[in-house]
Nanobody
Framework: VQLQASGGGLVQAGGSLRLSCAAS????????MAWFRQAPGKEREFVAA????????YYSDSVKGRFTISRDNAKNTVFLQMSSLRPEDTAVYYC????????????????????WGRGTLVTVSS
């Protein structure tokens, strides 16, 4: 199984970025997909998750209204559209895949996830 995240970079505060995560080696539609992030010196934190059919999403309070998670099951890819970026959004962003959780509410902790990508760095300058 491979999860390949891309799309990170340097952006000014208020700007936008779109992250992508291409999955291979798994039955994509069997997995809840999520994005987590980890800032320097901090623990990995949940950002957003999307259900297997793409019809249900869940966000952390810190990104709600600014970030949008989506997925293209035909292309085995999950996206994170990030807008109104803030310096505190600076982190390495990881995509993750969860096969076991029966609902998104059970899929907010990192321990729920079976597979992780390597991460892509997002830096927001003030």
């Amino acid at each position: 199984v491979q999860l390949q995240a891309s799309g990170g970079g340097l952006v000014q505060a208020g700007g936008s970025l779109r992250l992508s995560c291409a999955a291979s080696g798994l039955t994509f539609t069997s997995y809840v997909m999520a994005w987590f992030r980890q800032a320097p010196g901090k623990e990995r934190e949940f950002v957003a998750a999307i259900g297997r059919r793409g019809d249900i999403t869940y966000y952390s309070d810190s990104v709600k209204g600014r970030f949008t998670i989506s997925r293209d099951n035909a292309k085995n890819t999950v996206f994170l559209q990030m807008s109104s970026l803030r310096p505190e959004d600076t982190a390495v962003y990881y995509c993750a895949a969860d096969r076991r959780s029966p609902s998104l509410s059970a899929a907010m902790g990192p321990n729920a996830y079976d597979y992780w990508g390597r991460g892509t760095l997002v830096t927001v300058s003030s």
